[in-house]
């Protein structure tokens, strides 16, 4: 039937094993990667930006208010970080500029402070989601390239 072939590995929510580990690890065979993809109508290319369509595999695991909560930060601490029309990004790339880029070697640029909150803010929502033992984990976004969202 159509559905049976539509549902493979190369549908974006299909469970993958799991890469962040190494084949010979007892993770590699028990835990599912489900990627969340890049949405360019968030921002276009100004900014990484994922989709918020909310993959029904997670259903057990984690809420759809959830999910989307998590994904809607991240989208827009990626577009505050990453927008070229922000009042700190056209500050400090003037700076650079005037300083040939020293300024972002001695000073944390807005942008690199927002993305270090953005960790945070993944690193604490996972410590909540292993506190109420959902047995679901967000993959730090440095770690995917900023090319997915990754929940196991």
């Not at 690193?123 to 989601?129: A, D, K, P, Y």
């Amino acid at each position: 039937s159509s559905e049976d072939e539509e549902w493979n590995s190369t549908h974006p929510c299909f469970p993958h094993r799991n890469p962040h580990v190494p084949p010979t690890s007892p993770e590699y065979e028990s835990t599912r990667i489900v990627r969340i993809p890049r949405d360019y109508m968030y921002s276009g290319d100004l900014s990484p930006a994922f989709s918020n369509i909310y993959p029904e595999i997670l259903q057990d695991l984690l809420s759809e208010d959830r999910f989307r909560e998590v994904i809607r930060r991240v989208n827009n601490e990626l577009y505050a970080a990453h927008s070229p029309w922000g009042v700190w990004n056209i500050l400090e790339g003037f700076m650079g500029m005037l300083t040939l880029w020293v300024y972002e070697d001695v000073f944390k640029t807005f942008a690199k402070r927002r993305i270090r909150e953005l960790e945070k803010y993944v690193e604490e929502v996972n410590g909540e989601l292993e506190r109420e033992g959902l047995g679901v984990k967000i993959i730090p976004l440095r770690r995917t390239g900023y090319l997915n969202v990754s929940f196991f």
